[in-house]
Nanobody
């Protein structure tokens, strides 16, 4: 079992950067794939990025080459570095944990509370 606490969201101008963090409360953090999803008002929750337990990364096409997901297993933390932010990146960003590769929401075992990212034009 794992509990996730996210932080790092905020208001940023277009072209700016943010780094989201998610701290997991678990003794088996290194066994989880960790992902990020986002949900904008009126939109479905969508996949953003995932890093597997062994460091393989996956990205949605919309964020490739702009976002970087990483993890620090010693600190039970996963990060999402977001560069070149666009207004369309505005959403509530959720940290997610899965014991299997999670690039869709139905494969997620645990969710964080969400952290809001707003990108102004």
């Amino acid at each position: 079992q794992v509990q996730l606490v996210e932080s790092g969201g905020g208001l940023v101008p277009a072209g700016g950067s943010l780094r989201l963090s998610c701290v997991a409360s678990t003794r088996t953090f290194d066994s989880y794939d960790m992902g990020w999803f986002r949900q904008a008002p009126g939109k479905e929750r969508e996949f953003v990025a995932t890093i597997t337990w062994n460091g393989d990364t996956y990205y949605a096409d919309s964020v490739k080459d702009r976002f970087t997901v990483s993890r620090d297993n010693k600190k039970n933390t996963v990060f999402l570095r977001m560069n070149s932010l666009k207004p369309e990146d505005t959403a509530l960003y959720y940290c997610a944990a899965s014991t299997t590769l999670a690039t869709t929401a139905d494969h997620v075992d645990e969710w964080g509370q969400g952290t809001e990212v707003t990108v102004s034009s």
